[in-house]
C-alpha cells in the first residue's frame, strides 16, 4: 500500500482540495485521523462531494471533535485523549492519501504532534503551499521540520496564483520537487476537480 499525506505550511491553505484532486488522479482511498470543527462540515464529506470515481473509499476518521480548534484543544473541550497509540491505518490495499489537521506542529496532545504520524505510518508527504505575507518563512520551517525528522517529501504543491520570487526561493533552498500548480478556485466541485486531476495522474509513476 502507496501512503501519501498530504501536509501544509498552515491552515486553510488548500490541503482537503489538493487531497481530492490526488484521490481522484490516482483512484486512491482518503483518510482524515483527526478531524476538528465537524459541527460545519468534514473534509471526507467535501472529499466524497468532489470526486468522480467510484474506486476510492473514505475511511471514518480515528478521532473527529466538534469544535474548530488545534486538536489537543478541541479534544479537552469533549473530554477526549488523543495519542498516536490510538490512531491506526484503515484497512486497504490500495493508494492512500492522508490529509493532517493544520500544519505539522498542529498538537495533537502535550507532547505529540500531527508531524508524529508521517514517521508513523512512513510516509511520502506532499507539502501544500499558498502564498500570503509570511509564507516564505512557514514553507522553509515547515519543509526544515520534515528534513530533521527523516521525510520521504515528494515535492511541493502551490495553491494560488504563483509569486515567483517566493516560490523561487522556497524550491532553491528546499531542494524540492514542484509537484504542480492549482489556482485558488472561486468554487470546487467534481468538475474543477477532475480537471486538475488528469495533470497529477503522472504521481501514480514517481
Given amino acids: 500500500m502507496r501512503k501519501i499525506f498530504v501536509t501544509g505550511i498552515g491552515t486553510d491553505v488548500g490541503k482537503t482540495f489538493v487531497s481530492s484532486i490526488l484521490v481522484e488522479a490516482l483512484k486512491a482511498d482518503y483518510w482524515k485521523p483527526v478531524q476538528t470543527g465537524n459541527f460545519f462540515s468534514t473534509d471526507s464529506a467535501d472529499v466524497k462531494n468532489w470526486i468522480s470515481n467510484t474506486e476510492s473509499k473514505i475511511h471514518q476518521e480515528a478521532f473527529s471533535l466538534k469544535q474548530p480548534m488545534s ?4 479534544a479537552q473541550e469533549e473530554g477526549v485523549s488523543i495519542t498516536l497509540d490510538a490512531i491506526h491505518l484503515p484497512e486497504t490495499t490500495n493508494t492512500l492519501i492522508i490529509e493532517g489537521a493544520g500544519g505539522l ?3 495533537l496532545n502535550k507532547n505529540e504532534f500531527i508531524v508524529d504520524l508521517i514517521k508513523k505510518f512512513d510516509t511520502e508527504v506532499i ?11 512557514h514553507s522553509l520551517l515547515s519543509i526544515e521540520a520534515l528534513k530533521n525528522r527523516g521525510a520521504n517529501i515528494l515535492g ?8 515567483k520570487a517566493s516560490h523561487d526561493i522556497i ?3 528546499s531542494g524540492l520537487k514542484l509537484l504542480g500548480v492549482i489556482n485558488k478556485e472561486k468554487e470546487i466541485n467534481k468538475e474543477v476537480v477532475l ?4 495533470e497529477f495522474e503522472y504521481l501514480k509513476n514517481i
Fill in 71 to 74: 486538536p489537543h484543544s478541541a
Fill in 105 to 107: 506542529l498542529a498538537p
Fill in 127 to 137: 507539502l501544500v503551499i499558498q502564498n500570503y505575507l509570511g509564507s516564505i518563512n
Fill in 156 to 163: 511541493v504543491i502551490i495553491n494560488g496564483a504563483p509569486d
Fill in 171 to 173: 524550491l532553491e533552498q
Fill in 195 to 198: 480537471r486538475y486531476a488528469k
